[in-house]
C-alpha cells in the first residue's frame, strides 16, 4: 500500500514549509554559504544513521548517473533559486518556482504503471490557483521588476525539481542513504561557489546559529530523506498536489510569528489547496478506507 510512504513524502513538504521562518531567523548569511552549511548538516544525518550499519555504505556505490541526478536536483536546484532571486522580486520568481508541483502532477501520467485521472488534474489546477492567490497578495500590481535572468531561472527552477522528482521514480531500487552523499557534494559545491561569488557573514547570535541548524536539520536535511522515500514508494500524483500546502503552510507560520493577517483571500487561499489535495487523493482516501 502507497499510503505510509506517502505520508512520509508529505512530511518533507511540511518541513519545507518552515524554510521561509527559519532563514529569516538565521541573520544576514550568504545564501551559498547557507547552503554548505545546511548541505554538511544534511549529509551527517544520513551518515549517522549509516555508521549504526556500516554495510549501508555500500549505498555510495551508485553509477555516475544516479549521481549526477542527485547534484541536478539538490545543488542544482538550489542554484537556480538563489539566482532566481537575486535577478527578480522574490513574490515573483517564487510563484513561477513554485510551479514543480503542478509539474509532477502532469508529468507523472508519463511514469509506467501510472494514470493521469481527472481529479489529479482538477486538484493540481486549484491547488496552483490557491497557491497564486498566496503568492500575488505581495506583487503590489503584479509582475515587475527583475531581468529575464532572474525569471528564466525560476522557471528551470520548477523544471529542475519536478524532474528530479519524476526521475527519481525511474530509480526505486537506489536506496535513500545515498541522499547523504548527494548532500557531501552538494555542500562541496556550495563552497566553492560561495568562495567565488559570496563574503563570508557568520551568525551573530545564539538564534541565528539556532536557525541555520533547524534549517540543516529540516528543509534542507531530514526533508530531502523523506521526498525521496515518498517519490519513490508513494503516490506521486497525490503528493504533487499535496506539495501545494508549503507555501499554505509557510504563510500560516508567518502570520503566527507576526509577519502578516491572516485575510479573506488568504481563507480562500486555503480552502482551494486544501479541497485541492483532498481531490487529487481521493483514489489513496478510498484504498485506506477500504483497507
Known amino acids: 500500500m502507497q499510503t505510509f510512504p506517502t505520508l512520509i513524502g508529505?512530511?518533507?513538504?511540511?518541513?519545507?514549509?518552515?524554510?521561509?521562518?527559519?532563514t529569516a531567523a538565521s541573520g544576514t548569511m550568504p545564501?551559498?554559504?547557507?547552503?554548505?552549511?545546511?548541505?554538511?548538516?544534511?549529509?551527517?544525518?544520513?551518515?549517522?544513521?549509516?555508521?549504526?550499519?556500516?554495510?549501508?555504505?555500500?549505498?555510495?556505490?551508485?553509477?555516475?548517473?544516479?549521481?549526477?541526478?542527485?547534484?541536478?536536483?539538490?545543488?542544482?536546484?538550489?542554484?537556480?533559486?538563489?539566482?532566481?532571486?537575486?535577478?527578480?522580486?522574490a513574490v515573483e520568481a517564487g510563484l513561477i518556482a513554485y510551479l514543480w508541483p503542478l509539474l509532477i502532477v502532469v508529468g507523472s501520467a508519463l511514469l509506467p504503471g501510472e494514470r493521469l485521472g481527472w481529479h489529479h488534474v482538477v486538484g493540481a489546477m486549484m491547488?496552483?490557483?490557491?497557491?497564486?492567490?498566496?503568492?500575488?497578495?505581495?506583487?503590489?500590481?503584479?509582475?515587475g521588476g527583475g531581468s529575464l535572468i532572474g525569471y528564466g531561472a525560476a522557471v528551470l527552477c520548477a523544471f529542475t525539481w519536478s524532474g528530479y522528482s519524476l526521475i527519481s521514480r525511474r530509480f526505486g531500487a537506489?536506496?535513500?542513504?545515498?541522499?547523504?552523499?548527494?548532500?557531501?557534494?552538494?555542500a562541496?559545491?556550495?563552497?566553492?561557489?560561495?568562495?567565488?561569488?559570496e563574503t563570508t557573514v557568520w551568525p551573530e547570535t545564539t538564534g541565528q546559529w539556532v536557525?541555520?541548524?533547524?534549517l540543516g536539520l529540516g528543509p534542507v536535511g531530514l526533508a530531502f530523506y523523506a521526498w525521496d522515500h515518498g517519490?519513490?514508494?508513494?503516490?506521486?500524483?497525490?503528493?504533487?498536489?499535496?506539495?501545494?500546502a508549503a507555501p499554505l503552510l509557510?504563510?500560516?507560520?508567518?502570520?503566527?510569528?507576526?509577519?502578516?493577517?491572516?485575510?479573506?483571500?488568504?481563507?480562500?487561499?486555503?480552502?482551494?489547496?486544501t479541497g485541492g489535495a483532498f481531490l487529487a487523493a481521493k483514489d489513496l482516501l478510498k484504498k485506506r478506507a477500504s483497507s
Open 211 to 214: 536557525a541555520v541548524l533547524g
Open 250 to 273: 509557510s504563510t500560516l507560520i508567518l502570520i503566527l510569528f507576526g509577519h502578516g493577517k491572516l485575510s479573506v483571500g488568504i481563507a480562500v487561499a486555503c480552502l482551494l489547496i
Open 10 to 22: 508529505f512530511l518533507a513538504v511540511v518541513m519545507w514549509s518552515a524554510l521561509a521562518v527559519l
Open 127 to 143: 491547488g496552483l490557483a490557491g497557491t497564486a492567490l498566496i503568492l500575488m497578495r505581495g506583487a503590489e500590481g503584479g509582475f
Open 31 to 89: 545564501p551559498f554559504q547557507l547552503s554548505a552549511i545546511c548541505f554538511l548538516v544534511g549529509s551527517l544525518i544520513g551518515l549517522t544513521a549509516m555508521a549504526r550499519e556500516p554495510k549501508r555504505f555500500s549505498a555510495f556505490r551508485q553509477p555516475a548517473k544516479v549521481w549526477a541526478l542527485g547534484l541536478f536536483g539538490l545543488f542544482g536546484y538550489h542554484f537556480l533559486y538563489f539566482t532566481a532571486l537575486r535577478n527578480a522580486p
Open 174 to 186: 537506489t536506496p535513500a542513504d545515498v541522499i547523504a552523499g548527494f548532500c557531501i557534494l552538494s
Open 188 to 197: 562541496v559545491l556550495s563552497v566553492i561557489c560561495h568562495l567565488l561569488l
Open 231 to 244: 517519490v519513490k514508494r508513494g503516490d506521486i500524483q497525490v503528493l504533487g498536489v499535496a506539495s501545494y
